[in-house]
């Protein structure tokens, strides 16, 4: 019997088992394929949502949280693993102007510094950008981590501590008796025995919970990805504009993207998509026209109504808990996610409201 099962192996999952056995727990966490290969490692990394104005209140105080524990967590895993997660402070620059009265009146309300950068100014700081507009919003505070190494380095640091780690353990359904949970079965035939089951897994929650007549509100939309091989110094920030972002490594290589598409579980690239993303990147960067196009991805984001993830105990099974949802912000909702997930978990203070994430909550709210 596994005091603490997780299912998912996503930045969620891996967070959540990291403070579990933080406090002495005992966990176990299986993941459908390989650790951290899905959506967590398919986006971008950016510590912020990419509008935060556009977003419910929940979502930014998971933001807001996480942003001001992430340069820690980082160091940490650095000092314990050795591998670096590149939390880099690079700032976010927003180049759309219509978005200057909101981005204003958020960043006052938020505490978060913003600066209204001129047109000489952009030109001077992001000379690569091609045309330059009047003016743009500059968030210095905002950083980055590259999600791969991060994913990395946490899959490391748990099972340093002890956490059991099955990969290839598609679970098919829950196993549960008289309102408690009693484990997994999996798509082997096998079972596996648990006091408490967490669901993390991304946009494949909802079909998990379906059976238990708790219809939870996740779905996947792909996002596609370009990866292109430049040399540091291109960017210097984080670039948004019109939807798209730019998304400059420490080592010159730079992320481009996303699409938004409603297609299932089909995490197929298209060549549609490739050149859309390849015209949207070279109008913002001309540079990078002559760059090498490395890689082409997609992810399955896990989409919630209005981004606000689900966090907490199933209102009937005893002993079943949910961390999903996080659409486009999981990496930077992550940690905030985790750790007021473990404080229920644990009957500790919960570091954030927990009543906007709970599951009943948003069937209310429906």
């Not at 919003?137 to 002890?162: H, I, S, T, W, Y």
């Not at 993303?277 to 002559?290: D, F, G, K, T, Y």
Request: glycine share 10%.
């Amino acid at each position: 019997m596994h005091d603490h099962l997780i299912v998912g192996g996503g930045i969620i999952g891996l967070l959540t088992a990291r403070y579990l056995s933080q406090a002495g727990a005992n966990v176990t966490l299986l993941e459908r394929h390989q650790i951290g290969r899905e959506s967590s490692w398919a986006g971008g990394g950016i510590l912020s949502p990419l509008y935060p104005w556009r977003y419910a209140e929940p979502v930014n105080a998971l933001a807001r949280w996480s942003q001001q524990h992430y340069r820690t967590l980082a160091d940490e895993l650095q000092a314990d693993t050795g591998i670096d997660p590149e939390w880099i402070q690079s700032g976010l620059l927003i180049l759309d102007r219509d978005e200057t009265s909101r981005a204003t009146a958020w960043a006052a309300t938020a505490g978060a510094r913003l600066d209204i950068i001129d047109h000489d100014t952009l030109a001077r700081i992001e000379p690569a950008v091609g045309e330059p507009p009047e003016s743009g919003l500059l968030f210095p505070e905002f950083a980055q981590v590259r999600n791969p190494c991060l994913l990395k380095a946490l899959r490391q640091d748990v099972q340093a501590r002890g956490v059991r780690i099955i990969e290839s353990a598609e679970v098919s359904h829950l196993l549960h008796e008289n309102g408690r949970i009693g484990g997994v079965a999996t798509a082997d035939g096998s079972s596996i025995a648990a006091e408490r089951v967490i669901i993390a897994c991304g946009a494949w929650s909802a079909s998990l919970l379906r059976e238990l007549g708790q219809a939870i509100d996740i779905t996947p939309v792909r996002g596609q990805m370009l990866l292109y091989r430049g040399k540091p110094g291109l960017l210097k920030h984080v670039v948004l504009h019109r939807g798209h972002y730019a998304i400059p490594r420490r080592d010159g290589r730079l992320l481009f993207g996303s699409t938004l598409e409603d297609v299932g579980f089909d995490k197929t690239v298209t060549e549609q998509a490739r050149h859309e993303l390849e015209h949207a990147a070279q109008a913002l960067i001309p540079a990078l026209a002559e760059i090498p196009l490395e890689r082409h991805w997609a992810g399955l984001r896990p989409a919630s109504p209005n981004g606000i993830p689900y966090i907490g105990a199933h209102p009937q099974i005893e002993g079943l808990y949910i961390n999903a949802g996080h659409f486009r912000n999981g990496v930077v909702m992550a940690p905030a996610s985790a750790h007021l997930l473990v404080d229920l978990l644990l009957g500790r203070r919960p570091v954030l409201d927990p009543t906007p994430f709970a599951l009943d909550t948003h069937a209310s709210a429906a």
